[in-house]
Each structure stands twice: as structure tokens, then as C-alpha cells.
């Protein structure tokens, strides 16, 4: 599981710093990552605070665009 989160986390760094083409995998790859985080939240109070940086809450809502319009 770690790996995987890994991997997820390695895709929207690189779609962050241009690296590659901001898409689908990196929104399956937010969204995977949202969800753990609200796993990790549910799991323990100490996680309440965690969440992303502001360049990633920028991404999401890019997404939430996308997919509306």
C-alpha cells in the first residue's frame, strides 16, 4: 500500500512542477489520495488538521471545473 501511495503522490508532484501533462491519472491520483487522507482523518482525531498544500487544492478544483464544464 505504501508503494502505491508512492506512486500516487510521485504522479501529481510531477504534473505540479510540469513534469508531466496534468489528466486523468493525476486526478484519479488526487482523488486516491483525498480518500486516504480521509481514511487516515476517520482513523485518528491527531490527523484532523492535515491537508493539502495550496497548489494541490488548486488542482482539485481545476478538476471539479473540468468536470462540470
Known sequence: MIGTDSKHCQI???ALRGKR???NETFA???ILDERLEQLKK???MFTGVRFSSAVRKLTQQDSRISVG
Open 12 to 14: 501529481v508532484r510531477d
Open 21 to 23: 501533462p496534468i489528466g
Open 29 to 31: 491520483s488526487l482523488a
Open 43 to 45: 482513523y485518528d482525531k
